[in-house]
């Protein structure tokens, strides 16, 4: 290992910048959990602005460098032990042959990436970089029989033998294309290829993020830093003069993303692009897909393959590299992941083992890290989540009618059996809602038996009817015919299947149904007056996460608002040994005078007889007069503070009830109080659906710009009114001028009585009491109980801390920021509240906050920004 610099445990990781404390604490943490490996588990918190993602790359990417140069050691150092009895000539030769085999493997693949990097920097510098046109030449001439044109979305015959999964087979692709993936090595059939043995077996790290531009930014953060070679120096010998080796990255995504071919990618809708793109891999398909890589294409493979390694690549470029070299970026890629060090993908991606399989992704051995994982638990509900609607239903039942009026004649043996089953099936779901329509509750938990028993489901063998709708592209089929039939009625050009993919969606559900497990539930739930819906819920992620965890080296979850951590260890690793999990909570890079937090249980103080309490709970949060309580309070905050302040309330009906009383004129008073905010103030507010961008541009206007249309702006700045889990609550930056104050009106607990919520509290605590029963068999029945319930209300409590968390992360974003945080609502004054904050919210609360009041906050709020001026003109 290479001298020291830096690092508080003596290892430099070649960070670009010098890094903060709290940075350092984070790589050597996250570092400390991968080197122990075997199953480790590390659960970091470091809050948004403190260059987590770069302190992610540092350490991850150091700690698999030195771990590739130990491996070529240790490889070494294995074969000098087989040839032990053998003269020390025999065993220096030996060694020297295998340390230049390992050299020269390494040195060709590294310049050949070099080259391309210098290539693809000359073509930068004459900025040729641009789109190349498709010239459409490709694309055969359509027949012009109309039977001829609609026989393509009849069903084929014989297609169970052609593409039917079975275990051998996860993935689903056909048999063709299985076997062109073998010939080619890709995906989980990858082959050995020659020059490449220095890849093999090699440990990755499967990165992922919860949206596209979050990985997009952490590739521009992956380009900042650079790493030393991985081979050790007693490899390297003349070479060790080589400062750095590229990262070797690769992003996958899905077809909807990358496929290049016109035909496919306008589909939009990713079931219907999925089915049509393997169609077109079938040889009896009219319009075989010209950018699959196949034997006449090997060389442009290999080249993409060489390209993404050496570039750093984005999903855009991806597709851009597809789009200059013919070839498919979706399947082209997967040649790459045997030598790629880091893989970026989205949740779906990792989060579903299906989708997983289907990649060629081997979690056994390499690392884990998700991004952004405060949501985690909520993004495997949301995979593996499906729900269908009456009136899809009735439209998949009209689709399907129209369908069979055309080719119901052509319809042979299993395929005229199917598609009356998938006919039944449809029926009896119709007939099931319909009931459900007359039922008094607006929403509640569905008795799987009694759903199948509408009209005779039950009596279908569910597995079999869901693996011949997947393997015939029954639903692309349908719906591709219907669509084309629909736009030539209507006199228009088909282009695309524009409907509704009902029968995809029906797809889902069914698969849901016939896997329902003890974690899942069916719900209905009434849309509108004249729909109403079936939806499958997760309860909880532990079995579905279990697969990635048990399969991991080591799994990272980071984020920037991670507390409160219990969630993560009850609920994805409840079985898992606790020094297995290492937990951390960073503190901000900011300095403390740079944040001021504030609890406001009272506009007045605790002492004072006429002090009423703000609870903004659901029983008491309507009472008018605390209501306008609260608009004093924000009306002096907004005299106290100089720009931006955001209010975050619990839900938007809550919101629209606040803005409703606020409007009301008031006795004594010459104006209501939202006619003073707007005074103070210029006020925006977010709705349920609207344009979060459109108003988010117009708050940051009327701060930082001047106004190109209507009123003058006010010079006092802006007023944001906004909803906690909405979407200013989460992905937004409040940096600087745009946040210098967030206030949080209220715990936004859920409602707990709702289906889902009462369906997991009731899942959470039978799970609990049978976990205690088998891991302390001798407690007591009633205190096993009491855990257990204690056990949901935390699950409850901690879903809405989150949120609450989430919310208050928006502000402080970068070293020199500054913000004031007030949490209005005595319950934030609660031990059990308080623990559950960041610990950096919780080091900036002013010390018996909750017993002053108004007054004394304002006293507060305007020393704290007086200083910050006064810091400022000086």
């Not at 830096?6 to 430099?12: L, P």
């Not at 029968?503 to 109403?532: C, K, M, P, T, W």
């Not at 898992?576 to 609890?599: E, R």
Request: with cysteine; proline share 5%.
């Amino acid at each position: 290992m290479e001298e020291i610099i830096g690092g508080v445990e003596g290892i430099d990781f070649h960070h670009p910048y010098t890094p903060y404390d709290v940075q350092e604490q984070f790589m050597n943490t996250a570092y400390e959990v991968l080197q122990k490996g075997e199953g480790q588990i590390g659960i970091l918190e470091s809050p948004t602005g403190t260059g987590k993602s770069l302190s992610l790359i540092c350490a991850a990417l150091t700690w698999l460098r030195n771990h590739k140069r130990s491996k070529f050691e240790t490889s070494v150092t294995e074969a000098a032990q087989e040839f032990k009895d053998e003269p020390d000539w025999i065993v220096d030769q030996m060694l020297k042959r295998k340390r230049e085999e390992i050299l020269k493997q390494w040195e060709e693949r590294e310049a050949r990436l070099r080259k391309i990097r210098a290539k693809e920097k000359v073509t930068e510098e004459r900025g040729s970089k641009r789109r190349r046109l498709e010239d459409g030449s490709a694309r055969k001439s359509k027949k012009t029989g109309d039977d001829d044109e609609d026989d393509e979305w009849l069903l084929d015959e014989g297609h169970d033998e052609d593409t039917s999964q079975d275990s051998d087979n996860p993935s689903g692709f056909s048999k063709e294309t299985r076997n062109l993936m073998s010939k080619l090595g890709l995906g989980s059939l990858q082959t050995k290829e020659e020059g490449e043995e220095i890849s093999e077996n090699e440990i990755k790290i499967y990165y992922t993020s919860r949206t596209h531009s979050q990985l997009t930014q952490f590739i521009s953060e992956l380009r900042r830093p650079k790493f030393p070679a991985s081979l050790p120096d007693s490899l390297l010998g003349d070479n060790s003069s080589i400062e750095s080796e590229g990262i070797k990255h690769l992003p996958l995504s899905s077809r909807q993303r990358l496929c290049i071919n016109p035909s496919v990618s306008r589909l939009g809708s990713l079931p219907a692009i999925n089915d049509r793109c393997t169609e077109l891999q079938q040889p009896k398909s009219k319009d075989r897909c010209q950018f699959v890589p196949n034997a006449d294409n090997l060389s442009l493979t290999h080249q993409f393959r060489d390209s993404a390694l050496a570039t750093l690549p984005d999903i855009e470029d991806l597709f851009e590299l597809g789009k200059k070299l013919h070839v498919c970026p979706y399947y082209a890629s997967r040649t790459a992941v045997p030598s790629a060090e880091i893989i970026t993908l989205p949740y779906p991606l990792l989060l579903q083992k299906t989708a997983r399989d289907a990649l060629g992704i081997k979690l056994e051995g390499n690392v884990v890290i998700v991004d952004e994982a405060h949501n985690i638990m909520d993004a495997v509900a949301n995979v593996y989540a499906s729900e269908i609607s009456l009136n899809e239903l009735k439209r998949a039942r009209q689709m399907l009618g129209v369908y069979v009026k055309k080719f119901g004649k052509k319809l042979k043996g299993e395929n005229r059996v199917m598609v009356a089953q998938v006919a039944k099936v449809v029926d009896g779901l119709k007939t099931w809602l319909e009931s459900a329509s007359e039922l008094k509750s607006d929403q509640g938990i569905v008795d799987p038996n009694a759903l199948l028993r509408s009209k005779g489901i039950d009596q279908i063998n569910m597995y079999k009817l869901i693996q011949y709708i997947q393997d015939s592209k029954l639903a692309y089929k349908i719906e591709g015919y219907v669509a084309q039939a629909e736009s030539q009625d209507a006199g228009d050009v088909p282009s695309a299947i524009r409907s509704t993919p009902v029968l995809h969606a029906l797809l889902s559900f069914l698969v849901s149904l016939n896997n329902l497990s003890s974690e899942g539930r069916i719900f209905y739930h009434r849309v509108s007056q004249d729909d109403i819906k079936l939806s499958y819920l997760l309860l909880s992620p532990t079995h579905a996460f279990s697969s990635i965890a048990s399969s991991a080296r080591a799994v990272i979850l980071a984020g920037g608002t991670m507390s409160p951590f219990e969630d993560y260890t009850a609920h994805l690793f409840p079985d898992l040994a606790q020094n297995k999990i290492t937990t951390l909570s960073c503190g901000h890079v900011i300095p403390p005078s740079n944040l001021c937090v504030w609890t406001l249980s009272s506009p007045r103080p605790k002492t004072d007889p006429r002090s009423v309490e703000f609870e903004f709970s659901f029983q008491k949060r309507s009472d008018k007069s605390m209501i306008y309580e609260l608009g004093i309070a924000i009306l002096n905050i907004c005299t106290a503070v100089p720009d931006g302040v955001v209010i975050f309330f619990p839900s938007y009906g809550y919101l629209d009830e606040v803005v409703s009383v606020w409007s009301e004129a008031s006795t004594g008073q010459p104006k209501p109080l939202w006619e003073k905010l707007q005074a103070k103030k210029a006020v925006f507010r977010e709705t349920k659906g609207g344009s979060s961008d459109e108003v988010l541009a117009q708050y940051s206007e009327a701060i930082l710009g001047e106004s190109k249309s209507g009123p003058p702006l006010n010079r006092n700045g802006a007023l944001l009114l906004s909803v906690v889990g909405g979407k200013m609550s989460e992905g937004i930056n409040f940096s600087d001028r745009l946040g210098r104050c967030v206030v949080v009106v209220g715990l936004p607990y859920p409602n707990i009585h709702s289906p889902d919520w009462k369906a997991r509290i009731e899942y959470i605590e039978s799970t609990t009491l049978e976990r205690i029963k088998a891991t302390s068999p001798s407690m007591p029945k009633g205190e096993a109980l009491a855990a257990a319930k204690q056990a949901a209300r935390d699950f409850y409590e901690n879903a809405c801390m989150r949120a609450v968390n989430q919310s208050i992360g928006r502000a402080i974003r970068h070293r020199n920021d500054y913000a004031a945080i007030v949490l209005v609502d005595r319950r934030f004054a609660a031990d059990r509240i308080k623990t559950k904050l960041p610990g950096w919210i919780r080091g900036g609360l002013v010390e018996g906050s909750e017993n002053g009041g108004l007054g004394q906050m304002m006293g507060k709020l305007s020393s704290f920004f007086r200083g910050k001026k006064t810091l400022a003109d000086a």
